[in-house]
């Protein structure tokens, strides 16, 4: 039976890699993740301790295999060999043929265009090697920057609806805006 999410494809572009997360990169993951600018908006950190970023990388990146979801792309930068970033398809979206993508980046290669070059090779691999009928992200109406990256992509806004999470210390509500790209946007657009 093919397991296209278990041979995922090395994407390089500009002096980017593209390439599956490893345990060993835990330390890169935790310069970024202990930033709380660049984990504002997520559900997780900052981190306190490389641990956390170690811990994520076993129990959140590599059980998704067991979803049927790839394990997640490390974003490498080739010059430094550094991991900068990560780009992930982290949700299937129940009884359909999608999943949902998801997406962090050091704040030092912001405003670079990298992120918007990283989820245009995502929605290739979504929909050429993995075979979605469609990818939905989301974003925080606050989060203008991912909100950017998102439709310089091409994804369409479909929904809007309020949201709260809680963080280690606030709680945030907003917004959140959810966009779909399906398979027919995708191909009618090539």
Not at 56 to 67: A, E, G, M, N
Not at 82 to 101: L, V, Y
């Amino acid at each position: 039976m093919r397991k296209p999410y278990m041979h995922m494809p090395i994407i390089e572009f500009d002096h980017y890699r593209l390439r599956t997360l490893h345990v060993t990169d835990d330390k890169d993951m935790f310069a970024y993740g202990k930033d709380p600018e660049v984990t504002k908006y997520l559900t997780w950190g900052p981190y306190v301790m490389v641990e956390e970023a170690t811990q994520t990388i076993k129990s959140i990146f590599y059980p998704r295999v067991k979803d049927k979801l790839p394990i997640g792309y490390a974003i490498v930068d080739i010059n430094t060999s550094k991991m900068i970033g990560t780009i992930d398809f982290h949700s299937r979206i129940k009884k359909q043929n999608g999943a949902e993508i998801g997406f962090a980046l050091h704040k030092d290669y912001w405003n670079q265009g990298i992120m918007t070059r990283c989820l245009k090779e995502m929605i290739k691999i979504g929909f050429n090697h993995l075979k979605y009928d469609f990818i939905q992200i989301k974003h925080l109406k606050q989060n203008v920057a991912s909100q950017k990256v998102i439709e310089r992509a091409g994804f369409k806004l479909v929904q809007i609806e309020s949201y709260t999470f809680e963080k280690r210390k606030e709680v945030i509500h907003d917004d959140l805006f959810i966009y779909v790209m399906t398979k027919e946007d995708f191909y009618g657009n090539q």
